[in-house]
């Protein structure tokens, strides 16, 4: 059994400071920590899901990035080459070329906010709050890859409450934070309100409000958290690649990726950690709700090419434009992108995990 060394001392979401100690090792074993160390789900989720309103009170404007990444660098770093490169296709003019990832899956003034601007407040609080999550998240994630890689099968990664509850947070938002959430929103918004086409500025407010409302925001992230964890080792030389709009999710019975529809009885979630790591969050439901004893142990499946060409092909299917690898050929990916629509490569066997 892994024990996660990354006890944050944590800023949550919204700029609120939770202070978690380090557990004290005796004899190498993480002992119990005096008043904090075993956070219960409900106090994890008061330090991590603390509301916008006193953050908000404290902001002023400052200088903040003017380039937002709404899939952060730290993430895409993983999925570099030997040279520090990623591999793109731009599945919409079908063109292949490497770049670095600070210019990657980002736009200008993504997460800007003109309503605090034009109230006195910091406009840019929100990109602020996510650079702080994803730091936290990139250690917790980072140990985890570490020994993934060095596990045996069926080992497994114990998750203190307040990781899970940050790691789950951040999931969530990385689905909703992204540029194809806010075209999907914006059209929504176009047919069932406005009736007409919503300009790009009041499209960004859409979009920041649904990120800031708890409801949606909270149910996915616990959606999440409840969810049973099992992590996948690829030793294939086929890597798992990833995109724009990175976690995916997939039908109870594997045939069919899915955009809108996550909580579907079955559906569950797929997300690349790395080109040779997976994470699965199944639901404690229909036919998953046995796999509650493997949570966040390593998979004994051994991954084939075209197991891993399976999950590939969601990322093809979520992109918003951009697939990524840390390789340069993308011919498979192009196949599977003129079958979405149809039922080609429905599986016919069983979940791949």
């Not at 004290?24 to 991590?48: C, E, I, M, W, Y």
């Not at 999925?79 to 990623?86: R, V």
């Not at 099968?153 to 806010?182: C, G, H, W």
């Not at 991954?303 to 390789?327: D, H, K, L, P, Y």
């Amino acid at each position: 059994m892994r024990i996660s060394e990354h006890w944050p001392t944590s800023r949550d979401l919204f700029g609120e400071e939770v202070s978690v100690r380090h557990p004290t090792r005796l004899n190498g074993v993480a002992a119990p920590l005096a008043n904090s160390s075993k956070r219960s789900d409900s106090s994890a989720r008061q330090h991590v899901g603390q509301r916008i309103e006193s953050v908000l009170e404290k902001s002023k404007p400052m200088k903040g990035p003017k380039l937002h990444h709404y899939v952060p660098q730290f993430y895409l770093r993983r999925f570099t080459d030997a040279s520090g490169q990623l591999c793109l296709w731009d599945r919409d003019r079908d063109r292949v070329f490497r770049t670095r990832p600070n210019g990657v899956a980002a736009e200008n003034n993504f997460y800007w906010h003109e309503e605090l601007a034009e109230l006195g407040h910091d406009p840019l609080v929100m990109e602020k709050q996510f650079s702080q999550l994803e730091g936290e998240v990139a250690q917790i994630t980072g140990q985890w890859l570490g020994w993934l890689r060095d596990m045996k099968p069926m080992e497994k990664v114990e998750v203190p409450d307040i990781n899970r509850e940050l790691v789950s947070l951040y999931i969530a938002l990385q689905f909703l934070r992204t540029a194809d959430a806010r075209e999907i929103l914006a059209a929504f918004a176009e047919q069932n309100v406005y009736r007409k086409p919503v300009a790009e500025a009041e499209k960004r407010l859409l979009h920041l409000s649904m990120l800031w409302e708890d409801s949606i925001r909270d149910e996915l992230a616990e959606r999440i958290r409840d969810a049973t964890w099992l992590f996948g080792r690829n030793v294939t030389a086929t890597p798992f690649i990833t995109s724009d709009n990175p976690v995916a999710f997939r039908t109870g019975d594997n045939a069919m990726w899915l955009k809108v529809g996550m909580y579907n009885d079955g559906t569950y979630s797929v997300f690349p950690m790395a080109p040779d790591i997976v994470m699965y969050c199944h639901p404690k439901e229909s036919q998953f709700e046995k796999l509650g004893r493997f949570d966040c142990c390593l998979s004994p499946v051994t991954f084939t090419e075209e197991m891993v060409e399976s999950e590939n092909s969601g990322q093809v299917f979520m992109a918003s434009r951009f697939v990524i690898s840390s390789r340069d050929s993308f011919d498979r990916e192009r196949e599977f992108a003129k079958s979405i629509g149809t039922d080609l490569y429905k599986p016919r066997g069983k979940s791949t995990e």
